[in-house]
């Protein structure tokens, strides 16, 4: 047997209805906002990530699939979308518009250690504002994120909110804390004990117990922003009030990308387990320059799709199919009318589907029921020659003889008695 590589799944109905279900939501609510699709590649050259996420991330030191193609040109598959918006961005010019507002939905690729919430293949739906610095788009993009998670019935998260300063600031604040980290290093995991002089700043970021602890009392990166950067905190905590939306405040909480200027975030839930975070993001100031393009700003956030899928499945149970019809035929004049019948209901947008001959009829009762149908009608040569049906309702077992014509419509009026309860 031949499975899939490690880390990358099949996503099997009926969870892709859920899947379809997110995306949809995520598609009206972000469209209500001003937001349009953009389709961007699944691979890129390998400098787009190497420049835009940052040598020294995680990322790019050891989870990007990069391999050479036939024409010995180094190329990676996306570990994440902002990058590619950005380089689309620069490459078409929609610089010349007022401000972009794109969204992406679609898969990453992390070589990460697989786990509960963790992929090697997995999906982000992303956002992403480019060329306004106003702290009032930062509250309102946070805003469309938890009506977009309100939309999808998940109210049990939780907006947690940094900023991490500026090309200015940071710096003095990496050295701070850089000196604080050396004077403890042979306390933290060796994985940290590295990080200090390459980014401490995920130091403290560290999920093991033990740096957790040693970093307790390390200093805050906002007692360091400068004051345009708290100025810019400030107002986004003001405008967030205005929208209405809710946050904590975690000083502790850095991004894995080096990209992130100001403004950070994390949407966590404490149903997730140690893989808590459902959406993260933040605002990207220097980015779109650093990649060529002209000196704008960018803010954005992508949402977990796996993780989103999980807390979803706990709350509601499984998802079930739509209700659905079987039509059962015996015969070929049987055959004819249920085809007919079928197409018709098909055209109607109702679920229906039709059982083949070879099974014969107990055959087939039994593939309607393990299809799910809701409804089953039955014909056979009896039936068509008195222009009649079997209504077969599959949830009480009650069934009754109708009549041919007009069987559309009785379905209709059925189907929708079900919906109603
Ligand atoms: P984490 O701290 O969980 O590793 P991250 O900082 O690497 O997250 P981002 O790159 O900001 O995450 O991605 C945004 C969201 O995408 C995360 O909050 C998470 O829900 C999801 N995500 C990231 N990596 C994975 C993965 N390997 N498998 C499944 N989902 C992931
Ligand atoms: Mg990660």
New binding site residues.
């Given amino acids: 047997m031949i499975t899939s590589i490690r880390g990358f799944n099949d996503i099997l109905p009926p969870e892709t209805t859920l899947w379809q279900h997110i995306e949809g939501a995520a598609r009206e609510v972000f469209k209500v906002y001003g937001f349009s699709e953009i389709r961007v590649p699944v691979m890129e050259k390998t400098e787009l990530f190497a420049k835009g996420i940052g040598d020294t991330t995680?990322?790019v030191e050891k989870e990007m699939y990069t391999f050479s193609d036939r024409n010995n040109e180094s190329v990676t598959l996306r570990?994440?979308g902002t990058a590619s918006v950005v380089r689309a961005y620069i490459e078409h010019r929609l610089c010349n518009m007022p401000c972009a507002k794109l969204y992406y939905i679609g898969p990453?690729f992390?070589y990460?250690r697989p786990q509960k919430?963790?992929?090697?293949q997995?999906?982000?739906i992303?956002a992403e504002v480019l060329g306004i610095s106003d702290p009032m788009s930062d509250a309102e993009t946070l805003d469309m994120l938890l009506a977009f998670f309100k939309k999808i019935g998940l109210d049990d998260i939780e907006l947690q909110l940094n900023s991490l300063g500026c090309k200015n600031c940071r710096p003095v604040y990496r050295e701070k804390l850089k000196q604080f980290l050396s004077e403890k290093k042979e306390q933290l995991c060796d994985n940290c004990q590295r990080r200090i002089d390459t980014n401490p700043l995920r130091v403290i970021?560290c999920k093991s117990r033990k740096c957790v602890e040693v970093t307790d009392d390390a200093p805050s990166i906002l007692d360091y922003i400068c004051n345009e950067c708290k100025t810019h905190f400030e107002e986004v905590k003001g405008y967030l009030y205005l929208f209405g939306a809710g946050y904590s405040i975690n000083p502790r909480m850095v991004?894995?990308?080096d990209y992130y200027t100001r403004t950070t975030f994390?949407?966590t839930s404490d149903k997730l387990g140690s893989?808590?975070?459902?959406?993260?993001?933040g605002r990207y100031d220097g980015l779109v320059r650093e990649l060529g393009g002209p000196d704008v700003s960018g803010f954005g956030?992508?949402?977990?799709?796996?993780?989103?899928a999980m807390l979803l499945k706990e709350g509601s149970g499984s998802t079930s199919h739509e209700a659905g019809i079987f039509i059962v035929c015996i015969g070929k004049e049987a055959e004819t009318e249920g085809i007919r019948i079928l197409k018709e209901l098909r055209e109607r947008s109702l679920r229906a589907e039709i059982g083949y001959h070879d099974k014969g009829i107990k055959g087939q009762m039994k593939m309607a029921d393990k299809l799910g149908a809701r409804f089953t009608l039955i014909l056979g040569d009896d039936e068509i020659s008195k222009r009649e049906i079997t209504f077969k309702d599959m949830k009480t077992g009650v069934q009754e003889k109708v009549d041919i014509e007009g069987i559309a419509e009785r379905v209709i009026d059925e189907i929708a008695q079900v919906k109603k309860v």
């Fill in positions: 995680d990322i570990p994440e990453m992390r990460e919430g963790r992929y090697r997995f999906h982000q992303g970021d991004r894995g990308l994390e949407i893989q808590n975070a459902v959406a993260a993001g956030f992508a949402i977990g799709m796996e993780r989103l």
